[in-house]
């Protein structure tokens, strides 16, 4: 089965820019989708497809891909953008899979 | 709008089966490119994908999971039903469900296109504790 592989923690100064990265073969040839979740709240969809973003989402998250990585970039990052983010794909068997989540701290 | 709510017993009793309904509305499971999906989530860790209902009843599981999982839906009434038998303590934990939709990618005219799957609204959760 494939995996997506995130980095456990990363941490940003207020206003700075961020990068969440997401590895993984299947990453290549298909869509990544991207999650975030505050403490208590359920996921919310904050990319879709690599670079979609959906309405009502600010316009200082974005997505890119190269390759076997996909990555999240949060472009002047909030207080608010504290959260955990997973990345989301699908095998070639049609499970979905998701990354074991990335949480944010803004400084 | 789209809504999505979780609903079943908050507490189940090791060995037995957990019987989950996520009830929506503002969209139809008889709608081509429609899905559900479930995940759930033990406390303090990861999200883990379970299981996926697609409008024309095709059927996705949790490859770690998948034979104590059972996913039904009924359009008539707008539901998702999942089932998880022989449950464990290591299955606590909250249960969402959330609508997953479609965008087409490529060039459908000469057949050479995807869809690329996203889960756009998703429920609040329920909570389930084993023990």
């Known amino acids: 089965s494939s995996e997506l592989t995130q980095d456990p923690a990363v941490s940003v100064a207020l206003g700075q820019t961020v990068r969440i990265t997401c590895q993984g073969d299947s990453i290549r040839d298909i869509y990544v989708n991207w999650y975030q979740q505050k403490p208590g709240q359920a996921p919310v969809l904050v990319i879709y497809d690599k670079i979609n973003r959906p309405s009502g989402i600010p316009a200082r998250f974005s997505g890119s891909s190269s390759g076997n990585t996909a990555s999240l970039t949060i472009t002047g990052a909030q207080a608010e953008d504290e959260a955990d983010y997973y990345c989301n794909s699908r095998e070639i068997s049609g499970n979905e899979v998701l990354g074991g989540g990335t949480q944010l701290t803004v400084l | 709008q789209v809504t999505l709510r979780e609903s079943g017993p908050a507490l189940v009793r090791p060995t037995q089966t957990l019987t989950l309904t996520c009830t929506f509305s503002?969209?139809?499971?008889?709608?081509?490119?429609?899905?559900v999906s479930w995940t759930r989530q033990p406390p303090g860790k990861a999200l883990e994908w379970l299981a996926r209902?697609?409008?024309?009843?095709?059927?996705y599981y949790s490859t770690s999971l998948g034979t104590r999982l059972s996913i039904t839906k009924d359009t008539s009434i707008n539901q998702v039903v999942l089932t998880m038998t022989n449950m464990d303590p290591a299955d606590t934990g909250t249960y969402y469900c959330?609508?997953?939709?479609?965008?087409?990618?490529?060039?459908?005219?000469?057949?050479?296109?995807?869809?690329?799957?996203?889960?756009?609204?998703w429920g609040r959760g329920t909570a389930v504790a084993v023990s």
């Open positions: 209902i697609d409008w024309d009843d095709r059927k």
């Open positions: 959330a609508r997953m939709t479609r965008l087409r990618k490529g060039d459908y005219a000469s057949g050479n296109y995807f869809y690329a799957y996203y889960m756009d609204v």
């Open positions: 503002g969209f139809s499971l008889s709608t081509g490119g429609m899905c």
